[in-house]
């Protein structure tokens, strides 16, 4: 339990880092914009800057887009509200400038100061090894004492190892403080128009359609291509038998024999077509116990990396069970790879699933693989799939699923 805990506690802080990171970089951007709009307020006294106002406003809107973006990916989506407001004065956009000013300064701040605690920590902690080859005045970060001795520099590691707990339980804080500002002024207001999520509902209805159609060809293709001529064989082997009782006893038992093999491989393919439509490992090891299971049955070396405390629903564990089910065939087929690795987290309602490959990379949907059939199940569950694969590799898959308690 206390591994478990301080794994848990070491992700959400690592989690965090890269959160402050993200929101360092909109950060910079937000303050850039806001120089240029104060310009532009000052060009304005002059009549100059009216003809530079459109320019601040769409610099304000893309800066806003982009934290919008880089929030959904930790959350739950946030809608933009389409295009640009014929006037300064719209609510909507001056909740995004008042954002623009909060996140340019204060969201600011907070990024470096969380860039700042791991910095401090590997400084400090590390200090007792190398304190001798700086001046005693030279103490490092917030140290408040000089540095004569080895005992000094020992309290300095000390001071590293508090930094170390701060990052671990403040870090989670500072990140989620830091979103804040952007949820509360970016996310639309009632009465926007959702059109836009309305038609992405709607396209993710037909694929779930689609999706299910094709689910159905593919159990009906089973059924007929393998169990069903399994069946008739015995069938025929059966009267074959019948009637070699009458004429030839001899060859009964062997008929028979065979009639038993051709009925054992028709359950063996009943078995896969049930395993196919909901695999019963789900319920009986969970989804992370099935993805253990995957990869150790992969033949390129797998590793897992799964935190998941809670069960999902079991169309969402399904779903992820055939995606990395999937994506681990076409590693083994296509990749080349001599390694993969399977990481699967339960974050804010969502079940994020990553898939990595070392292979030569150049993983395309439009040239089949599955990876279009794969989307089209996951968009069905109003999930995401991001591929990322270079030519020289790696390969990375990334999937998004809703997962609500």
């Known amino acids: ?30 303050l850039a914009t806001l120089l240029w709009v104060a310009v532009v307020a000052v060009l304005c006294l002059g009549g100059v800057g009216f003809l530079l106002a459109p320019s601040a406003a769409r ?12 929030l959904s990916r930790w959350g739950p989506e946030i809608l933009g509200p389409g295009p640009l407001p014929p ?36 400084q400090d902690a590390t200090y007792p090894l190398w304190w001798w080859l700086v001046p005693a005045d030279a103490a ?67 694929a779930a359609l689609d999706a299910h159609a094709a689910e159905l060809r593919r159990i009906e293709r089973s059924l007929h291509d393998g169990a069903q001529n399994r069946l008739v064989a015995v069938s025929v082997l059966l009267g074959a038998a019948r009637r070699a009782v009458e004429r030839d006893p001899a060859t009964a038992g062997e008929v028979l024999e065979r009639a038993q093999d051709a009925a054992e491989q028709a359950l063996a393919e009943l078995r896969t077509v049930v395993r196919g439509i909901l695999p019963p490992v789900l319920d009986g090891r969970g989804l992370d116990g099935a993805l253990a299971g995957l990869a150790a049955d992969c033949a390129v070396p797998c590793r897992l990396d799964v935190d998941l405390p809670r069960r999902c629903a079991a169309s969402v564990e399904a779903t992820a069970y055939f995606v990395v089910a999937e994506a681990l065939t076409n ?11 399977v990481t699967a987290r339960l974050e804010e309602q969502r079940l994020k699933v990553m898939i990595e490959d070392n292979g030569h990379g150049g993983a395309d949907e439009s040239r089949g693989s599955g990876l279009t059939g794969i989307r089209r199940r996951i968009e069905a569950y109003d999930g995401s799939l991001t591929l990322t694969s270079p030519a020289g590799g790696p390969t990375t898959m990334r999937v998004e699923l809703p997962c609500g308690s």
């Open 59 to 70: 610099a304000v809107r893309a800066v806003a887009d982009r934290e919008r973006a880089r």
């Open 140 to 206: 490092p970060g917030l140290v408040f004492w000089s540095v004569h001795n080895q005992l000094d520099a020992l309290a300095v590691g000390l001071y590293g190892v508090a930094w170390l707990l701060v990052g671990i339980f403040a870090g989670p804080l500072l990140a989620r403080f830091q979103a804040w500002p952007g949820r509360a002024l970016l996310s639309p207001p009632p009465g926007t128009d959702l059109s836009l999520r309305i038609a992405e509902l709607t396209a993710t209805r037909a």
């Open 331 to 341: 590693v083994t087929k296509h990749s080349g790879a001599t390694s993969a690795k």
């Open 1 to 30: 339990m206390t591994v478990d805990w301080a794994r848990r506690r070491a992700h959400a802080a690592v989690d965090a880092l890269e959160r402050l990171v993200g929101g360092l970089g909109t950060a910079i951007l937000a």
């Open 87 to 122: 006037s300064w004065r719209d609510r909507g956009f001056l909740r995004e400038l008042a954002w623009t000013v909060e996140h340019a300064t204060v969201g600011f701040v907070m990024s470096i100061f969380g860039l700042t605690i791991p910095l401090s920590t590997v």
